[in-house]
């Protein structure tokens, strides 16, 4: 049975049905997700910038995205964000009911589990660990299945001193390290548009506060672009 969906609505979890989640997806001109979203800031600066748009947060700590939520659920006339929404659940589980609602779907800057199952290679162990990994190709796979018809994917990628400890996490981000990746990509039937260093413009744009603390996009710590588009039917082969 697969779990019941939980929202974080200020400072509270509470649980959310299948009815009530398509009927936000219903009301809004179209919809963009943020993996791993961590504090939430680029939905609210995503829910502001485009009222037609539902801007929803996903990351499995709920915590991390209280305050986002809190500023998000003040009245309108107060800032209030009604068209951001911040569900919890984790990226190696994306709920099913997210599946093919989604316009556009963005990871930016993962770290731990979410960048090693991006980055990793097939599906198998990791040295120093118990059991076994996700590969790249699952954790993809579970992105793409959220894209409705012509949905985006962007990826944003930098690595710090701490991702190196990770097993199965590249010591560096190049064309050659990401090919895994790219290859999960395309089995996910989807059509690489770029992969290239991003630009710092680029990644001060994402909102991300992760990506600011640790300077991602500075000569000392580059980022990676990638974005890909959900294949077309004709095009499926």
Excluded: Y
């Excluded at 290859?183 to 994402?206: P, Q």
């Amino acid at each position: 049975m697969t779990a019941p969906l939980r929202r974080v609505v200020g400072r509270r979890v509470l649980a959310i049905g299948p009815a009530e989640l398509a009927a936000l997806f219903d009301r809004h001109a179209r919809a963009v997700i943020d993996v791993g979203t961590g504090n939430g800031r680029p939905i609210l600066l995503r829910a502001a910038a485009e009222p037609t748009t539902l801007a929803v947060g996903l990351d499995a700590d709920a915590a991390a995205m209280a305050e986002a939520s809190r500023r998000a659920c003040r009245s309108p006339t107060k800032g209030g964000l009604p068209n951001a929404l911040f569900l919890v659940a984790a990226a190696e589980a994306l709920p099913e009911a997210l599946q093919g609602r989604c316009d556009e779907v963005l990871v930016l800057f993962p770290w731990g589990s979410l960048l090693r199952g991006l980055t990793a290679g097939p599906p198998g162990p990791v040295a120093g660990q118990s059991g076994a990994s996700p590969g790249s190709s699952d954790l993809v796979g579970g992105l793409a299945a959220l894209l409705g018809a012509d949905g985006r994917l962007t990826i944003m990628l930098s690595l710090t001193e701490r991702d190196a400890g990770l097993g199965g996490v590249p010591a560096s981000l190049s064309l050659a390290t990401l090919k895994p990746m790219l290859a999960a990509l395309e089995a996910a039937r989807l059509d690489i548009i770029e992969c290239r260093e991003a630009t710092r413009d680029e990644v001060l744009a994402t909102g991300s506060s992760w990506a600011k603390r640790i300077r991602a996009g500075t000569s000392t710590r580059p980022a990676w672009l990638v974005r890909a588009i959900r294949r077309s039917v004709a095009g499926a082969g």
